[in-house]
């Protein structure tokens, strides 16, 4: 995807859903070690580099325009067996409502954000880790939303 196309989709990421975009080179953030505290501005700067292949997410509060204040979490599913990892997805995908879901795929299974409320006690569930506040996702692509 050319950079002036992972450029729009950075905006409209933030524009849309209140999500602070990361520009990534192969699965790595840009920006140094001070990424998580860049404004958005200084970020969308990073994502018309020649470095830049790929567009990450921050995790944590958000505002949305529509529902308000509440957390970008994720979850990730490492479930190396490709039916026990379906199986989980589809039973998530099953029990959240439309509008907490949206799913995106790389690496070696799915990772689905959400916008959620809830407190969660737990990070981690054997092959299964809740992003939340200060973790990060990036893919060697643009990542299609479902």
Not at 99 to 120: D, I, M, N, Q, V
Not at 128 to 146: D, E, M
Request: proline share 9%; charged share 20%.
């Amino acid at each position: 995807m050319p950079n002036s196309a992972l450029l729009a989709a950075a905006r409209q990421l933030h524009a849309v859903h209140g999500i602070l975009p990361v520009a990534a080179s192969g699965k790595v953030p840009m920006g140094g070690s001070g990424w998580n505290t860049l404004p958005l501005e200084t970020r969308l700067l990073y994502f018309d580099t020649p470095a830049c292949t790929g567009l990450g997410f921050q995790f944590g509060p958000v505002f949305h325009p529509f529902y308000g204040p509440c957390n970008f979490d994720g979850i990730d599913c490492d479930e190396r067996d490709p039916a026990k990892r379906q199986a989980f997805i589809d039973m998530l995908l099953h029990l959240l409502p439309d509008s907490a879901k949206a799913r995106l795929r790389w690496g070696r299974g799915p990772l689905l954000p959400l916008f959620t409320r809830g407190e969660h006690r737990r990070e981690k569930y054997g092959s299964i880790q809740w992003l939340r506040n200060g973790k990060y996702a990036v893919s060697r692509r643009c990542p299609c939303w479902h």
